[in-house]
């Protein structure tokens, strides 16, 4: 089984964010992100309500509802090792599982790979020479889904795990 994990906010649309009404439909991810093998989820330090009006304003919410984790549900944010153990804890996985999490920022990725987790940076900006804790990059949220969607015979072979990223 494979967990998607997204963070919200300059991750899953390009930021700064500047108000709702200036956030488009993405129906680009949301054709991809209903295919993918597995489970999507949302992973943020923003409040739900906030979550749920980019996703609206997004239209992606009915894909992760309610597989939303935001900071009103934990006591610690991202990238505090308790928000990750505790979202692990909802992702309900077990060893063979993967588990992939996008997101803009690089210490939120490092915390995510000293968990075990494929980690993907989004953001303009390739940072070289790439971090270890990072699997891989890619310029804004489409284009990796893109390429990962592209993958799908890797991904549903647990023998290609460690090509996978
Ligand atoms: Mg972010």
Known sequence: MINWIFDLDDTLYSGPFESYEKLRPNMEAAFIL?????????FSNALLIHCHN??????????FHPRIYSRDIFKSIKPNLKSYLEVRKYLNSNQKDINIFFDDRLENLEMAKKIGWKTVHIHKIEVKPKPKFVDSWFPDINTA????????IEVFNPTYNRRYI
Not at 54 to 63: A, M, Q
Not at 145 to 152: A, E, N
Request: proline fraction near 4%.
């Open 34 to 42: 209903q295919k993918l093998p597995g489970k999507i989820h949302i």
């Open 54 to 63: 980019v996703l609206l304003r997004l239209g992606l919410y009915t894909l």
């Open 145 to 152: 889904l893109h390429s990962f969607s592209q993958r799908k």
